[in-house]
Antibody, heavy 118, light 110 residues
Framework: EVQVVESGGGLTQPGGSLRLSCAAS????????LSWVRQVPGRGLEWVSV???????YYADSVKGRFTLSRDNSKNTVYLQMNSLRADDTAVYYC????????????WGQGTLVTVAS | QTVVTQEPSFSVSPGGTVTLTCGLS?????????PSWYQQPPGQAPRTLIY???TRSSGVPDRFSGSILGNKAALTITGAQADDESDYYC??????????FGGGTKLTVL
């Protein structure tokens, strides 16, 4: 079964860091695009970042310079390192395979909640 | 900054047809933006409906269809059912790895 499972969410203070993991099964992350999408509770979806099969990564302006994507091919896992966290980064973070490199997000994980608060 | 626009809310009667749209703050949406549509029932993760303008994702009933209408992408639901009541999001690919979601449309079936 093709699926992704996020982990690593939790509570951190403003200015802190967290690393989210997206573990994939049923497909190889090194040959696919993986995106992160977040959602403030009760609000809409926001595209955050994507890592391409060639290793290049791209970010929304709201997180550029603070978030970094990486990949461990041996664990078939993608990581989202989040630094200098702010209150407005509080959201459920979803990982999704991008099957086309242009918005065909499937499957989605169940999401992991990140709360940034003092 | 590019803003993707969607109707905040829409209502449709059971069995009726509704068309949700997805526009750009400046310019027209074309197939080059690879518009995709996602359905998100309350408390659940999003589900893929349509990608690359008009291709249905696996298992999506043909009541859902995507198109370009004028200068916007569109999602049409025919024969609306009660369980179609959800939030619907479009997303556009702007190029250079960047995508942007619309604000979402809350669809009520009543």
């Amino acid at each position: 079964e093709v699926q992704v499972v996020e982990s690593g969410g939790g509570l951190t203070q403003p200015g802190g860091s967290l690393r989210l993991s997206c573990a994939a099964s049923g497909f190889t992350v090194s040959r696919n695009y993986l995106s992160w999408v977040r959602q403030v509770p009760g609000r809409g979806l926001e595209w955050v970042s994507v890592i391409y099969a060639d290793g290049n990564s791209y970010y929304a302006d709201s997180v550029k310079g603070r978030f970094t994507l990486s990949r461990d091919n041996s664990k078939n896992t993608v990581y989202l390192q989040m630094n200098s966290l702010r209150a407005d980064d509080t959201a459920v973070y979803y990982c999704a395979r991008d099957r086309s490199g242009s918005n065909y997000f499937d499957p989605w994980g169940q999401g992991t909640l990140v709360t940034v608060a003092s | 900054q590019t803003v993707v626009t969607q109707e905040p809310s829409f209502s449709v009667s059971p069995g009726g047809t509704v068309t949700l749209t997805c526009g750009l703050s400046s310019g027209a949406v074309s197939t080059n933006y690879f518009p995709s549509w996602y359905q998100q029932p309350p408390g659940q993760a999003p589900r893929t409906l349509i990608y690359s303008t008009n291709t249905r994702s696996s298992g999506v009933p043909d009541r859902f269809s995507g198109s370009i209408l004028g200068n916007k992408a569109a999602l049409t639901i025919t024969g609306a059912q009660a369980d179609d009541e959800s939030d619907y999001y479009c997303v556009l690919y702007l190029g250079s790895g960047i995508s942007v979601f619309g604000g979402g449309t809350k669809l009520t079936v009543l």
